[in-house]
């Protein structure tokens, strides 16, 4: 104990301010579809820019879900500009965030076809509009099927 005190006193000397970041070191391993694993060390750049935004997302949702103290709570959450992640991005999130309880809310000026519900904004006596007639269920033939 005596040691540790010692070595935290030096490190609080030399360095007189100290972040929660540089206690810590976060990696992020990525395995490809060909099997390939690579290691990151940190969250500015990981493949690509959608797949960053995708690890940033699924590491946010898990860290709640860590924090929320029931399973059964869903909660729902907004992902901007989805439409700048490519198909596979977004079926991950999707899924992941499905499993979680989490109820991902897409915006995008372009159309989507990974959710299950779509809502179109409506001007209705000169103000926007949304509610369940502005609602389309999509429903959609297993991948395999779409596939081929």
């Known amino acids: 104990a005596d040691k540790a005190l010692e070595e935290l006193g030096a490190l609080l000397g030399k360095y007189p301010q100290i972040k929660l970041q540089d206690l810590f070191d976060l990696h992020f391993e990525v395995t490809r579809p060909d099997g390939e694993t690579r290691l990151y060390p940190d969250l500015d750049k990981i493949e690509s820019n959608g797949t960053t935004i995708t690890i940033k997302v699924l590491v946010n949702l898990l860290l709640l879900r860590g924090l929320l103290d029931n399973d059964q709570v869903v909660m729902p959450f907004y992902l901007d500009e989805a439409s700048s992640l490519d198909r596979d991005n977004l079926l991950a999130i999707m899924t992941t965030a499905g499993n979680l309880g989490f109820v991902p809310v897409l915006a995008s000026p372009d159309a989507l076809d990974v959710a299950e519900?779509?809502?179109?904004?409506?001007?209705?006596?000169?103000?926007?509009?949304?509610?369940?007639?502005?609602?389309?269920?999509?429903q959609r033939r297993p991948q395999e099927v779409i596939a081929q």
């Open 117 to 138: 519900y779509v809502y179109f904004v409506r001007e209705e006596n000169g103000r926007v509009a949304l509610d369940s007639r502005s609602r389309i269920r999509c």
